[in-house]
T-cell receptor
Framework: DAGITQSPRHKVTETGTPVTLRCHQT?????MYWYRQDPGHGLRLIHY???????DKGEVSDGYSVSRSKTEDFLLTLESATSSQTSVYFC?????????????FGPGTRLTVT | QQQVKQSPQSLIVQKGGISIINCAYE??????FPWYQQFPGKGPALLIA?????SEKKEGRFTISFNKSAKQFSLHIMDSQPGDSATYFC???????????FGKGTRLSVIA
């Protein structure tokens, strides 16, 4: 998984509780991304980061926030989890330079909101 | 607005046959087109990618065909094997410094 770890790998939480997912990389890549994957929707971008403390919204950012205080860590927070946020969450990294645009994914976190 | 449309949603191919998955895009600024392969319970893995300056790229049994004028690209899997059974995603981005936009995926089943 290209030096990417995600934690936790599985989580069950109740509606209304805050949840934080962590993505950690050992590749020193500049860009990091959070996607969610749902049946029939493919992979949809939630937020991404292009450097420490530099983040931007993606297609489905409502209800999510992110933080990146170190190059290696990118945190995704669900401020108040809802059942519609039950999904599999993937972190990805890339280092677009020198014509190389490859993006690599982590193993995913399965989140269930009851 | 879906920027990358992928078809079919699912595909069943006989072992040894050719699997073909198609994608169409709308944004002419896209200049990087990767394909990802995903097995159940795993993250997507980069399979093969193409830039619009070439019309075809081949890596082993996997080939991307690219038609810039039609704004379409496709993945061909030659001599398909049961181990190729997975979900395949096409994607596109601009100059590598914008996030990938993904198609909705194709579930491929290769049967013996």
């Amino acid at each position: 998984d290209a030096g990417i770890t995600q934690s936790p790998r599985h989580k069950v939480t109740e509606t209304g509780t805050p949840v934080t997912l962590r993505c950690h990389q050992t590749e020193n890549h500049r860009y990091m991304y959070w996607y969610r994957q749902d049946p029939g929707h493919g992979l949809r971008l939630i937020h991404y980061s292009y450097g420490v403390k530099d983040t931007d919204k993606g297609e489905v950012s409502d209800g999510y926030s992110v933080s990146r205080s170190k190059t290696e860590d990118f945190l995704l927070t669900l401020e108040s989890a809802t059942s519609s946020q039950t999904s599999v969450y993937f972190c990805a990294i890339s280092s677009p330079s020198g014509g190389r645009y490859e993006q690599y994914f982590g193993p995913g976190t399965r989140l269930t909101v009851t | 607005q879906q920027q990358v449309k992928q078809s079919p949603q699912s595909l069943i191919v006989q072992k040894g046959g050719i699997s073909i998955i198609n994608c169409a895009y709308e944004n002419t600024a896209f200049d990087y087109f990767p394909w990802y392969q995903q097995f159940p319970g795993k993250g997507p893995a980069l399979l093969i990618a193409i830039r619009p300056d070439v019309s075809e790229k081949k890596e082993g049994r996997f080939t991307i065909s690219f038609n810039k004028s039609a704004k379409q690209f496709s993945l061909h899997i030659m001599d398909s094997q049961p181990g190729d059974s997975a979900t395949y995603f096409c994607a596109a981005s601009i100059r590598g410094n914008t996030p990938l936009v993904f198609g909705k995926g194709t579930r491929l089943s290769v049967i013996a």
